[in-house]
DNA sequence: GAGCTGACAGATTTCAATAATTGTCAGCCA
DNA sequence: TGGCTGACAATTATTGAAATCTGTCAGCTC
């Protein structure tokens, strides 16, 4: 018996450190009771799968994610271009970073939101409202050309896949990355600027 | 014995046909001896390792892409914006139908475009250039803002990477990509015209 | 002798046995 | 009684011996 109960946050912690030091394919819900000090079927009364254990891991993680990018765009002293390029500019260095400097555990991220997509689509979707609301902004403010904020969101967002998307992780790493996104970023507020 | 002498051209045809039929992991040297009922070591006469096999039917490959897109972005008759747009539009459903009717073949040259990265990165590379003199064109002629046709073509290619990129084609079997890619160009469209 | 074959060494892949993991649950114990 | 354990069936992973493949080359054949 642990000297304190049991509960699912100081699991998923564990599950997040057993990942990280063995990796997705090899990381079992035995390590984490082992790393626990508990047995497996400890683990089972607080998360009904493995899925569902490694679900909430990624969960928790993109919510961290979230959290710091809310602060960045949530600046009302900016204008709306500012805040929007200040909103990319953190996406892409927050990932940027991770990528580089633990290439392992933002590989075993990567292998995860894969799995789970419903979690990672959830926090695309958020960052799209995001995106748009500033555009909405933008737009109401004379800063940016008129039209539909939500497909205005959708084209930006896709415009700099190549700077947010995992799949590009390999290509985070050279050191060219920082002007190729500068250089996507103002051709897109060049033709969202009013004129 | 064959009736006619070996070349390269039809060892990389068969070689084609294995890829196809087998996939990049099941394929072997020896199936393509097979398939051309000769021995493996009359493969290695004209080709020094599975490898360069392999890229040459790749390079191949990319050379037909690159004789059919040619053909579609140098119509002297359109003014340059619709030649750029021509060549991207034609680039990406070249693109789209080839995953979408034959995902196993397209999953093949996917991978095999990845172990070969030098060939691809060439194909990449004249892309570029086709762009960039597009751009260029269309400065000239006062249809495009001026700026740098290099900075300005990479841009391009960049912000449509979701488009073009394989590592996005199962993103491509959703019918909102259409509507997507038209979303993303104009949206570049804009910030290129000159105004 | 140009083009091809097939035996060969070393590397890689397959496959079946063996082991470990996932998920359940009856019972233990504080 | 709520939380935990550990035995268990079903599934999945590991392992290592056998089979196959890659690349070379001496020699055959036309």
Same mark, same amino acid.
């Given at each position: *018996? !642990? ?25 079992? %819900?035995?390590?984490?009771?082992? *790393? ?8 089972? !009364? ?12 990624? !969960? !928790? ?29 953190? *996406? ?18 990567? %292998? ?12 695309? =979707? ?32 896709? =415009? ?16 060219? %990355?920082? =002007? ?16």
């Amino acid at each position: *018996m !642990r000297a304190e109960p049991l509960d699912a946050e100081t699991i998923v912690s564990a599950t997040e450190e057993v990942l990280r030091r063995y990796g997705p394919e090899k990381a079992t %819900v035995l390590d984490v009771a082992r *790393m626990l000090g508990v047995s497996h079927g400890s683990v089972y !009364r607080h998360f009904p799968s493995k899925v569902a254990l490694r679900e909430a891991v990624i !969960r !928790r993680w993109l919510d961290r994610v979230r959290e710091d990018l809310a602060a960045t765009a949530e600046d009302a002293r900016l204008t709306p271009p500012d805040r929007l390029r200040r909103l990319l500019t953190a *996406m892409f260095t927050a990932k940027w970073t991770k990528a580089r400097e633990d290439p392992e555990l933002f590989a075993t991220f990567r %292998v995860l939101a894969r799995e789970h997509s419903t979690v990672s689509s959830a926090h695309v =979707a958020h960052l799209l409202d995001q995106i748009r609301a500033i555009v909405a902004d933008g737009i109401a403010s004379g800063d940016f050309a008129p039209g539909d904020p939500a497909a205005i969101a959708r084209g930006v967002l896709h =415009a700099t896949t190549r700077f947010h998307d995992p799949a590009h992780a390999t290509a985070w790493h050279s050191p060219e %990355v920082d =002007a190729d996104a500068e250089n996507v970023v103002s051709l897109l507020f060049q033709g969202l600027r009013a004129r």
